[in-house]
């Protein structure tokens, strides 16, 4: 007989006992044994008086809020009698003992975090920190042109459309209710900058010396985009020539995967935390950081196993993330990803808790320049010249060197290349005339 997750021993009745029995009922209940050593073995100079039991479960319901009653017998362990006080898992969580809170992991107690605490709270009544209405927020924060957007993501190949007005949609979504605008509402549909759910990107040469960055806060929704975009910005894309006429695109990292991180990310976010998610993006790998730990009952190896059951830190978000078929199925995206990263013959995704938040790293791998043709230099310089056209149409070629950071030459070449495939063109003289972009 040895401690478990649901069984405590202790020698003696102390203020440790009920502490283990509060962390039984906020987690899945469980029992202590009095009278027993830590090796399991009963202690001989315990005893049972004759209103013991009922002592011990009356301090125990006065020191606990709410009051916990175990249930408390004597029960005979290799020939002594010992006394056995359990208790159910509690419905209403979390219990404390003195103020404190704590929970059972493994055959040992922890002392529940303030985010624990409120999170067992909201778990108690099926609900989620982003169901509540936030009395700072208004109708007048909010962008029914960003409602109606989310309505048409919803009805692409929907059989049943959503055909109601932005102000029934949210509603029916239970989005904003009769007494304001719950906190998903505003970090999905908000028509302004919101701070509460800023994401920092940045592409690192090592890890102090950054060469591009962007701060992100937008709606939810447009945060997926602006980070895909800012991503594709940053790494390589290759050519695999395979005698086709058309050349097989192959970015650095398996974009769908890359989204579905980022997605998980945007839905997993502990929002009440002041700390920032953040992307950064290195020359062999990016690092994907986002406030909240993995729930205390699921471990990595749960979460690559996929022996786990999925729980939205925030449901409201999540469920609007797959209405608009965004999310394919709660609980399968991980999985999704290692078979993205397998397929691409790229090393598995590192998924690790760390400090307050849950971190993904992904890896890339050395191209093979005997089957592609990198175009990664040409092609970005190509993308800045056409930026740069549409901005000003008479921008001299000395000028794009300078701004680019390349040679004359490089810009000529660059030039030269892209009036052959017909996506620029040059009106007029060389001096007086302008760049047309095709």
């Avoid at 529940?112 to 924060?141: C, G, Q, R, V």
């Avoid at 800045?384 to 549409?390: H, R």
């Avoid at 001299?396 to 892209?418: C, D, F, H, P, Y």
């Amino acid at each position: 007989m040895q401690e478990d997750s649901q069984t405590e021993f202790k020698s003696s009745f102390t203020d440790a006992v009920i502490e283990s029995l509060v962390a039984f009922t906020n987690t899945k209940g469980g029992k202590v044994l009095l009278g027993i050593d830590n090796q399991g073995n009963p202690v001989k100079a315990f005893t049972i008086g004759g209103e013991s039991l009922q002592n011990w479960v009356n301090e125990v319901k006065n020191k606990t809020q709410p009051s916990i009653i175990p249930d408390a017998e004597i029960i005979s362990i290799q020939g002594k009698d010992v006394a056995s006080l359990s208790v159910q898992e509690f419905p209403i969580k979390p219990v404390s003992f003195k103020g404190r809170y704590f929970k059972r992991v493994r055959n040992s107690n922890h002392q529940l975090s303030l985010t624990e605490i409120s999170d067992l709270h909201l778990k108690s009544f099926n609900s989620s920190w982003d169901s509540y209405i936030n009395p700072e927020y208004t109708m007048d924060a909010l962008s029914l042109d960003k409602v109606r957007d989310f309505v048409g993501m919803c009805n692409k190949d929907r059989e049943v459309r959503i055909e109601d007005d932005p102000l029934t949609v949210l509603a029916k979504f239970e989005l904003i209710k009769a007494s304001g605008v719950t906190n998903a509402c505003y970090l999905l549909f908000a028509n302004r900058d919101i701070f509460s759910a800023n994401m920092e990107l940045g592409r690192f040469d090592t890890a102090t010396s950054i060469k591009d960055s962007l701060s992100v806060r937008s709606d939810l929704f447009a945060e997926v985009e602006y980070v895909i975009n800012f991503v594709r910005k940053h790494i390589n894309k290759s050519y695999i020539i395979s005698g086709d006429p058309q050349r097989e695109e192959r970015w650095q990292y398996p974009i769908p995967a890359i989204r579905e991180i980022v997605i998980n990310m945007i839905v997993h976010r502990d929002y009440t935390h002041y700390g920032d998610s953040s992307i950064k993006i290195f020359n062999d790998r990016i690092e994907f950081f986002n406030p909240g730990r993995l729930p205390g009952d699921i471990s990595i190896a749960n979460l690559l196993s996929g022996q786990y059951i999925s729980q939205a830190r925030n449901k409201k978000i999540a469920a609007t993330f797959k209405e608009a078929q965004l999310i394919e199925k709660y609980g399968s995206g991980i999985k999704r990803i290692q078979e993205a990263f397998a397929d691409y013959g790229l090393k598995a995704p590192l998924f690790e808790n760390m400090q307050h938040g849950f971190q993904v790293t992904v890896y890339s791998a050395p191209e093979l320049m005997s089957e592609k043709t990198s175009e990664k230099t040409s092609e970005k310089t190509s993308e800045k010249i056409l930026l740069m056209v549409i901005q000003n149409p008479t921008i001299t070629i000395a000028e794009l060197a300078a701004n680019i950071g390349v040679s004359n030459r490089s810009i000529e070449r660059n030039i030269s290349g892209l009036r052959k495939e017909k996506k620029l063109e040059r009106i007029g003289a060389d001096k007086g005339g302008f760049w047309k972009v095709l």
